[in-house]
């Protein structure tokens, strides 16, 4: 197969990575949005790139020595396995990810590589894109992976009644329009576009997208978008038809999650794996709550954890033979208020409690030298689209006069709900805001739930403390949680000059004119007072020295099929 012919704004890319005006990094991350190949973009951009698996392959090399067998135990939360596309627990994705797989992969350089989807290419106004499935898959029951599967993912992805968080990111959006009519709350509704999807032969299709997108090819990546068999029915763990190369032969809720090689398709043949050599017979996943979950390593029942947190370094350190590994992200705590909720649809209510709090303080108690404080908008430095707004400054005056025009002269009681599902830090943010805040007059009650119960309840508090994960581009994570109608859009936030400005962001390829319309979105949500995020955070994981392989994601994914146990 020939290899997709040049998009018509790589030449700009080119031309603006000479002039040093975009970073090699930058560069990158672009040219494989618009379909470069990632060892293409390495090399062009004169970086050495990682060493991969080889032809197509989205995945690393394995590292020498690296032999067939055994199994790895994962210490992480065990969740239930309903409908992939409205998963809403990471580790939800993690016991589907050897299963279950996406149309293209996002690696821990966070560069996009093809992996169901072969290659991609967009029209010069980023409006139309032709996507070629790859050949040779193979599902679990023995069918081989087409356009028609593809294609009817995309369609439910899109569909606003399944109530997936796909449908906020930019892609799925852009795939629907508004009828005209409006829900209970006065929110515009949206329906697919009649012809949003097409399938142009067994192995192509076509987006045709209402307004431009450059991130289709990450979109197509975020972690609800694994792909199902057209014959799905919730929940998975029921029926698990995959192309990955494991299967589920045990789910215990809280317990654990048994993943085994799949041998024989469900019709009986011989099932052969699209994506190379694997290394491991089985995965298990065992239930430790995140604090449990070192020593649960300590103590030889599990070889590695979904996640180290920042409190357990010291004590990991301690273990022999464990690996820490780390790397920077865009993950983040967003404390925020739903503005169409008293008291925080009163504005000034909610930019005394902003006003009151101080970012590099709560950064500094819960993280020390570690992260970078975040200035509440939402895009991180990491991002490649980001604009440095001015640090946010705490301000207890100004808070106490804001609370006085609102009518709050004596004081406000509020309360704060946090579910501590990332660790125990998150608690301690919201006691330091706690602290910080009483100064102003506002009486914040911390309500520390379990964090399995959080996700139930998550976007119905009227105050909460979430954990955002990491997105590779600052507009996804802003088009899913603050896009107006969005499924995660937990603050309730709508504002169409906020959704005009981030669609316009979305669809500008030249980087220095993206920062300067990121701009103007970061500044509107800062403006509107939604959240107080106090900072970006790096990930900790730990492992076994007999585990290779296993690496540090910025998203968290485990990616493990070049996992081996040594």
């Not at 193979?138 to 997936?164: C, K, Q, T, Y």
């Amino acid at each position: 197969m020939s290899p997709p012919a040049e998009h018509a704004l790589l030449p700009k890319l080119r031309q603006q990575l000479e002039r040093g005006v975009l970073s090699r990094r930058e560069f990158i991350r672009f040219a494989t949005l618009l379909g470069m190949a990632a060892g293409t973009a390495y090399a062009m951009a004169g970086v050495a790139a990682p060493v991969m698996a080889g032809g197509t392959l989205p995945f690393p090399a394995a590292e020498p020595g690296a032999k067939r067998g055994g199994k790895l135990r994962v210490g992480e939360m065990v969740a239930r396995m309903e409908d992939p596309a409205t998963y809403n627990w990471n580790e939800m994705a993690n016991q589907t990810r050897p299963m279950l797989e996406y149309l293209t992969m996002v690696g821990a350089d966070n560069v996009v590589r093809p992996m169901l989807m072969e290659s991609w290419k967009a029209s010069a106004d980023l409006k139309v894109w032709t996507l070629t499935v790859r050949g040779g898959v193979m599902w679990h029951n023995g069918e081989e992976l087409n356009a028609e599967h593809v294609a009817w993912n995309i369609r439910r992805w899109s569909d606003p009644a399944l109530g997936s968080s796909n449908f906020g990111l930019s892609t799925f959006a852009a795939l629907t329009e508004l009828t005209g009519a409006k829900d209970p709350k006065g929110r515009a509704l949206r329906r697919p576009l009649k012809n949003g999807v097409e399938v142009l032969d067994s192995h192509t299709l076509r987006l045709n997208l209402a307004q431009p997108v450059l991130s289709v090819a990450e979109d197509c990546g975020e972690f609800c978008t694994l792909v199902v068999h057209p014959s799905f029915k919730p929940p998975l763990s029921r029926n698990p038809i995959g192309t990955g190369p494991y299967t589920l032969t045990e789910l215990r809720v809280g317990d654990r999650c048994i993943l085994k090689r799949v041998e024989k398709t469900t019709d009986g043949r011989d099932f052969k794996y699209w994506g190379g050599e694997v290394y491991l017979d089985e995965i298990h996943f065992y239930h430790y709550e995140q604090d449990n979950q070192a020593a649960a390593l300590a103590s030889g029942s599990v070889d590695a954890i979904y996640e180290l947190s920042v409190e357990q370094i010291e004590l990991a350190q301690s273990i022999p033979g464990a690996k820490i590994l780390s790397v920077e992200t865009a993950q983040t705590l967003c404390c925020r208020m739903q503005v169409d909720v008293k008291p925080f649809n009163d504005i000034r209510v909610r930019r005394a409690v902003v006003k009151a709090a101080d970012n590099p303080a709560i950064k500094k108690l819960v993280f020390g030298n570690h992260g970078t404080v975040a200035s509440n908008f939402h895009v991180s430095p990491v991002h490649p689209e980001y604009f440095p707004l001015a640090p946010v400054v705490r301000d207890v005056a100004g808070a106490k006069q804001l609370l006085k025009e609102a009518g709050y002269e004596k004081g406000i009681d509020l309360n704060i709900v946090v579910g501590n599902n990332d660790g125990p830090w998150q608690q301690a943010a919201c006691e330091a805001l706690r602290d910080q805040v009483k100064e102003a007059g506002i009486n914040l009650t911390v309500t520390v739930v379990p964090a399995t119960k959080f996700w139930e309840i998550w976007t119905k508090v009227p105050f909460g403390a979430t954990s955002w994960a990491h997105r590779p581009l600052g507009t996804m994570a802003l088009a899913q949680a603050y896009r107006s109608g969005a499924s995660w859009n937990e603050s309730h936030f709508s504002d169409p000059e906020f959704d005009q400005a981030l669609s316009d962001a979305e669809a500008t390829i030249d980087v220095q004119a993206r920062k300067a319309k990121m701009q103007k979105v970061e500044q509107i949500l800062q403006d509107a007072a939604v959240v107080v995020q106090p900072m970006w955070r790096p990930v900790f994981i730990l492992a076994s020295s007999k585990v290779y392989g296993y690496k540090a994601h910025p998203a968290r994914q485990m990616q493990l099929n070049k996992v081996w146990m040594g």
